[in-house]
């Protein structure tokens, strides 16, 4: 069995596989936290297709499968978020894959609490896993990023214990809600392609930032 889908990976008549890389900090302490959707977001993808994340591989957990005849690696980096690239370098490399087609699942204070952006390019916005995942692509930007909002601060909190806070009950119905429609937009993506999928998403999404970005988070 091992053998027969190692060789369907590696068939040069087989779509070229995409790479899916959620952020966050590994153990327990940090489970649920808001730092952590892009873990979640792994997790739901890998459910949702029957993808087990049951082996170790270039410092993460690490599964593989199919989504159609298309091969999916999921990963999630154990470096802590701010050595993700250390992870995330070496398996982009290790599968010889061109930053077209890797995927990064990432918090965002800059988006109301469940909203999501799709994006083919970007710089890091002082997040510093992605500065972490950009600095060992040797400075390449060219990746894609899905962006999961988590919403700002209240008041004067400092920016950092918010991240490493449990969502409310609110928000947390949001994030719920949010994974579902990122494991949407993934198969999407898969299926059409990152230009189409991004165009078609981020249309949906713009409206969904209008009813909530007054809204407590």
Same mark, same amino acid.
């Given at each position: 069995?091992?053998?027969?889908?190692?060789?369907?990976?590696?068939?040069?008549?087989?779509?070229? /596989?995409?790479?899916?890389? %959620?952020?966050?900090?590994?153990?327990?302490?940090?489970?649920?936290?808001? $730092?952590?959707?892009?873990?979640?977001?792994?997790?739901?993808?890998?459910?949702?297709?029957?993808?087990?994340?049951?082996?170790?591989?270039?410092?993460?957990?690490?599964?593989?499968?199919?989504?159609?005849?298309?091969?999916?690696?999921?990963?999630?980096?154990?470096?802590?978020?701010?050595?993700?690239?250390?992870?995330? %370098?070496?398996? &982009?490399?290790?599968?010889?894959?061109?930053?077209?087609?890797?995927?990064?699942? $990432?918090?965002?204070?800059?988006?109301?609490?469940?909203?999501?952006?799709?994006? $083919?390019? *970007? *710089?890091?916005?002082? $997040?510093?896993?992605?500065?972490?995942?950009?600095?060992?692509?040797? *400075?390449?930007?060219?990746?894609?990023?899905?962006?999961?909002?988590?919403?700002?601060? /209240? *008041?004067?909190?400092?920016?950092?214990?918010?991240?490493?806070?449990?969502?409310?009950?609110?928000?947390?119905?949001?994030?719920?809600?949010?994974?579902?429609? %990122?494991? %949407?937009?993934?198969?999407?993506?898969?299926?059409?392609?990152?230009?189409?999928? &991004?165009?078609?998403?981020?249309?949906?999404?713009?409206?969904?930032?209008?009813?909530?970005?007054?809204? /407590?988070?």
């Amino acid at each position: 069995m091992l053998n027969r889908l190692s060789k369907r990976f590696l068939s040069t008549f087989s779509p070229q /596989p995409w790479l899916f890389v %959620g952020l966050g900090n590994p153990g327990d302490k940090y489970k649920g936290t808001r $730092h952590n959707v892009g873990f979640e977001m792994i997790d739901s993808f890998a459910e949702s297709q029957g993808i087990p994340m049951d082996t170790v591989h270039c410092k993460a957990i690490f599964g593989k499968g199919f989504v159609g005849d298309v091969p999916v690696f999921l990963a999630k980096p154990q470096t802590y978020m701010n050595l993700s690239g250390e992870s995330t %370098g070496p398996l &982009a490399a290790y599968y010889k894959l061109p930053l077209n087609r890797v995927v990064v699942f $990432h918090d965002d204070m800059d988006l109301p609490c469940g909203v999501l952006r799709l994006h $083919h390019k *970007g *710089g890091h916005g002082s $997040h510093n896993g992605l500065k972490s995942v950009i600095y060992h692509f040797r *400075g390449n930007r060219e990746f894609a990023r899905l962006r999961i909002g988590i919403g700002r601060p /209240p *008041g004067q909190m400092d920016p950092k214990a918010f991240l490493l806070q449990k969502f409310n009950a609110t928000a947390r119905e949001r994030i719920d809600a949010a994974l579902q429609e %990122g494991v %949407g937009v993934l198969k999407l993506l898969i299926s059409e392609g990152l230009t189409e999928s &991004a165009r078609c998403f981020n249309t949906e999404q713009k409206y969904k930032h209008i009813r909530l970005q007054t809204m /407590p988070t």
